[in-house]
């Protein structure tokens, strides 16, 4: 449970009570019910991390909305997108394990987190976690009901894949930008699990020795 949902429900309890006490029983029936949701909303379950090497795991539970390929600084980039109802966890995990390179928040407008304009004018979080020598952005973009976002490292600290980071309070969105060359697991219409549903697979700087050490090898011959 995110620490939030008790403070919401403790005030609305004792909201209840007031009501109750004051007017008559059944009209603290709606803040105890809207505690109970509080309490609902900002459940946080444990997840199984996968550890397969590369794989980028989802920062959010929620449905894949879109993947697609834009550019970005004049590098082509797949951009995953991932719609929350505010029926879906809200707590965002690091799809990578890295260390946190860049942090920049913006201020903007609460569009319909559906609305393909949302990502830029939206208020936002751009987040980039460099790992094995790659690094992977993803942005936290607040909806039309979301008026709050939540993200606790700081640049340079070092993240586990799974890792929780923050949350978006009450229905959003989050974007993953990352490499072309990454290998899709995912395609919209699907839903994910924050930290335990793999996204993509990157190829880890292992894998990028093995790949160039082949290259030379095949032109020797």
């Known amino acids: 449970m995110v620490r939030d949902g008790y403070l919401y429900a403790l005030a609305l309890i004792t909201a209840g009570i007031l009501v109750g006490w004051f007017t008559q029983p059944a009209w603290a029936a709606l803040p105890l019910l809207l505690a109970c949701f509080f309490l609902w909303f900002f459940r946080d379950p444990e997840r199984d991390i996968p550890d397969s090497a590369?794989?980028?795991v989802s920062p959010a539970d929620g449905k894949v909305t879109d993947v697609s390929t834009i550019t970005v600084g004049g590098q082509k980039k797949v951009r995953?997108?991932?719609f929350l109802s505010v029926f879906d966890v809200h707590v965002n995990r690091s799809p990578i394990a890295g260390i946190v390179r860049d942090v920049r928040y913006q201020r903007g407008r609460f569009l319909n987190a559906?609305?393909?304009a949302s990502a830029e004018q939206n208020e936002h979080n751009v987040v980039t976690v460099e790992g094995d020598g790659q690094a992977v952005v993803f942005k936290q973009i607040a909806g039309l009901l979301a008026r709050r976002i939540v993200f606790h490292p700081k640049v340079?600290?070092?993240l586990q894949?799974?890792?929780?980071?923050?949350?978006?309070k009450f229905g959003s969105r989050v974007d993953l930008l990352l490499d072309a060359a990454a290998g899709l697991n995912v395609k919209a219409g699907d839903r994910v699990r924050g930290g335990?549903?793999?996204l993509a697979y990157l190829q880890t700087t292992g894998e990028l020795v093995s790949a160039a050490s082949h290259s030379v090898t095949e032109g020797a011959r």
């Open 114 to 116: 559906m609305n393909p």
């Open 161 to 168: 894949r799974g890792q929780r980071v923050g949350l978006i």
């Open 54 to 56: 590369g794989a980028i």
């Open 196 to 198: 335990a549903s793999v």
């Open 156 to 158: 340079g600290d070092r």
């Open 80 to 82: 995953i997108s991932i």
